[in-house]
């Protein structure tokens, strides 16, 4: 079992920035790729970024790339999401997620998910 605990989410002016963060605790944290994805209420859970075990290769939703980073530090079992120039459209809940397959930790199908964090932006 992988227990993910987000914290970092808040209220935030659109153009503003968020780094959301997200601890690890149970299984050996180097054993998971981890990702980041997102919910508004109404709609379906998407994918927003994810980084390898290692850390050394990472993905993003195109609509993303450019604005969010992912970044992980095996040594402190976490794995962060700095949002950068943020929009009212990225309001939702974000969630951390772990997986110890690549290609199922882009997909809703990820075995471990946090409580998520709500991030609002106003305009």
């Known amino acids: 079992q992988v227990q993910l605990v987000e914290s970092g989410g808040g209220l935030v002016q659109a153009g503003g920035s968020l780094r959301l963060s997200c601890a690890a605790s149970?299984?050996?944290?180097?054993?998971?790729?981890m990702g980041w994805f997102r919910q508004v209420p109404g709609k379906e859970r998407e994918f927003v970024a994810a980084?390898?075990?290692?850390?050394?290769?990472?993905s993003y939703a195109d609509s993303l790339k450019g604005r969010f980073t992912i970044s992980r530090d095996n040594a402190k079992n976490m794995v962060y999401l700095q949002m950068n120039s943020l929009k009212p459209e990225d309001t939702a809940r974000y969630y951390c997620?772990?997986?110890?397959?690549?290609?199922?930790?882009?997909?809703?199908?990820?075995?471990?998910w946090g409580q998520g964090t709500q991030v609002t932006v106003s305009s």
């Open positions: 997620a772990a997986d110890e397959n690549w290609v199922i930790i882009e997909t809703i199908g990820v075995r471990y």
């Open positions: 149970g299984r050996t944290f180097s054993d998971y790729h």
């Open positions: 980084i390898s075990w290692t850390g050394t290769v990472s």
